[in-house]
């Protein structure tokens, strides 16, 4: 499996959403291993800010709870809870089975291509046993669904779930059938094609919860 680094020098534009993004990436990436220590002060230095945004950002992720902080301790990442995990995979299938109930009557000609697209890229990431490249198509694919559901509430409490499951998905990448993710998005595209409401909104669950079934 292919990884890049995600900690490193930062440009100093918003500094606190872009230290908190990099830390997510690289918690999500397991590159911040469940249970491993986070100094501030260390970090400020890797990513060459001041330690105040990088607070800023642990304070974040705490709330979202990919973080631990206790009095008089130091800040770990949080260890990986699979039964939270699948939890959070009911809510985010239904949250997507939703998007695409909404967005099944908006899809166009052009959000087909951009499907077909990024499933292709998917395939890619699969026999390439690249995770990140996978997975980035994945969001993409469901990305023209939660657009086209023109709903950005369903997108904000997404970004805050779906961290969760993603770490579980770097940590169990080679027990997991892409190839069939691959092929339930074939279907998917074609049902959203021929406007078949309800089968749409169908597999679009389905392809989430088998997703949870294989993690779990």
Same mark, same amino acid.
């Given at each position: ?8 020098n ?23 291993s469940?249970?491993?220590? !986070?100094?501030?002060?260390?970090l ?16 974040r992720?705490e ?11 130091? &800040? ?11 939890? &959070? ?54 990305g023209v ?15 805050r ?6 770490r579980l ?18 279907? !998917? !595209?074609? &049902?959203?094609k ?20 294989q993690?779990?």
């Open positions: 499996m292919k990884t890049t680094n995600s900690i490193q930062i440009q100093r534009v918003s500094l606190r959403d872009q230290v908190y993004q990099a830390l997510k990436n690289a918690i999500i990436s397991l590159e911040l469940p249970g491993q220590k !986070i100094k501030d002060m260390e400020a230095e890797r990513f060459n800010v001041s330690r105040t945004p990088v607070r800023e950002a642990l304070k992720l709330d979202e709870g990919l973080v631990i902080s206790t009095p008089g301790s130091l &800040t770990r990442v949080s260890e990986i809870n699979t039964d939270e995990v699948k939890q &959070t995979f009911v809510v985010v299938a239904t949250l997507h089975e939703l998007a695409a109930s909404l967005a099944v009557a908006n899809l166009t000609e052009e959000d087909f291509q951009l499907m077909n697209e990024y499933n292709f890229q998917l395939e890619a990431g699969v026999k390439e046993g690249n995770l990140f490249k996978a997975v980035e198509a994945d969001d993409l694919f469901h669904f939660l657009k086209a559901s023109n709903n950005v509430e369903i997108e904000k409490v997404l970004e779930l779906l961290p969760k499951i993603r998905e770097f940590v169990k990448f080679n027990s997991i059938d892409g190839m069939g993710s691959v092929k339930d998005h074939e279907q !998917i !595209i074609q &049902t959203s021929e406007k078949h409401h309800d089968k749409v909104v169908e597999l679009v669950k389905h392809n989430w919860l088998s997703l949870g079934n993690l779990i």
